[in-house]
């Protein structure tokens, strides 16, 4: 009776064994192909920057088969559908550096001093109630925003300059502004929370006001993500489309007056896939020159925020 039970629970003890192993090999085989899902997905990013690079770079050389390198990226007038079209990239660089750096004017301060005053004088509960509000301005899509710069502040701004056209670089610039506010605010004050509390313990026992303590303890230690900060909201200023296109019209002015109508390079690529040129001819072939010019440019941007998050970065 007893060797039965004992050749019964050993039966048992033999299958429990068995099909744990059945199940760890299968869970051995499913960990096997995880690393190589993940590593696929991660790839994925990679392949498309390298498809829209070439993209790009394929349709850019056939643009300069035909239009000088020179002459594109020193000429002053751009002309693309005329009789005698010209094809310099000077204006469009012109508007679109013109429109970031007044968006920068707008947003830098405003987006700075918000996160300050997140950071070191709301209280919890005003800030879990103030800062997702001010994000809320992140969700607004872009083509209202064009709107609200068309219909509402360039009426507003030609109460006070009677010289400003209609469509206009500085309507624009100030709503590309509002619209990157919460960018940097989030990130400036993500970069001074995570600054460590000794360190202003100390300066508030040395005396040393709140504003003190701000101005010469915690933004210097947070200064990396702070220049990070704006320098990413450049280049989501660079890459604005709908604001420009609809405010800032579609004249390609190489001009110093922000008061006149400019065109930027992601407005020039909307009116160029609008339809009106042909597959196949140097107009179409520019859309691919502008966009590669403005990926070039963007990428600059974010090699220089790296740089700069590096050069200042502090360890604590």
């Keep these: ?28 085989k499913i960990e096997r192909f995880i690393p190589i899902g993940l590593m696929l997905i991660a790839s994925l990013s990679i392949l498309t920057t390298l498809g829209i690079i070439w993209t790009l770079l394929s349709e850019t050389i056939e643009f300069f088969r035909r239009v000088p390198f020179l002459e594109f990226f020193t000429g002053t007038t751009l002309k693309p559908l005329s009789q005698n079209p010209e094809f310099g990239v000077l204006p469009l660089l012109m508007g679109t550096v013109t429109s970031s750096l007044i968006a920068m004017v707008v ?50 701004l030609r109460e ?35 600054v460590p509390n000794a360190m202003r313990e100390g300066a ?38 709908m604001i420009v296109t609809i405010a800032s019209g579609s004249t390609k002015n190489f001009t110093f007056d922000v008061t006149q109508s400019m065109q930027t390079m992601t407005a020039y690529i909307v009116e160029v896939t609008g339809g009106d040129a042909a597959t196949g001819s140097t107009v179409y072939y520019s859309l691919y020159a502008v966009a590669m010019t403005l990926f070039v440019f ?12 590096k050069k200042f970065r502090e360890e604590y």
């Design 160 to 194: 006070f300059i009677p010289s400003l056209q209609a469509t206009n670089i500085l309507s624009p610039g100030i709503v590309m502004g509002v619209m990157i506010i919460p960018m940097i605010a989030s990130l400036s004050e993500d970069a001074m929370s995570s």
């Design 107 to 156: 947003a830098a301060p405003i987006g700075l001093m918000a996160a300050i005053y997140l950071s070191e004088y709301a209280s919890p509960k005003v800030r879990k109630i103030v800062k997702p509000l001010l994000e809320l301005l992140a969700g607004v899509p872009t083509i209202v925003y064009g709107f609200f710069a068309f219909t509402f502040v360039t009426p507003l």
């Design 298 to 309: 963007t990428l600059l941007m974010n090699l220089l925020a790296r740089s700069v998050s």
């Design 204 to 241: 508030y026992g040395l005396g040393s006001t709140k504003l003190e303590v701000t101005r010469r303890v915690v933004i210097p230690a947070a200064l990396s993500g702070i220049i990070s900060s704006f320098v990413l909201g450049i280049s989501r200023a660079i890459g604005e489309t």
């Design 1 to 28: 009776m007893n060797s039965e039970f004992t050749k019964t629970k050993q039966v048992s003890i033999r299958a429990i064994i068995d099909e744990n192993q059945r199940g760890n090999s299968l869970r051995r």
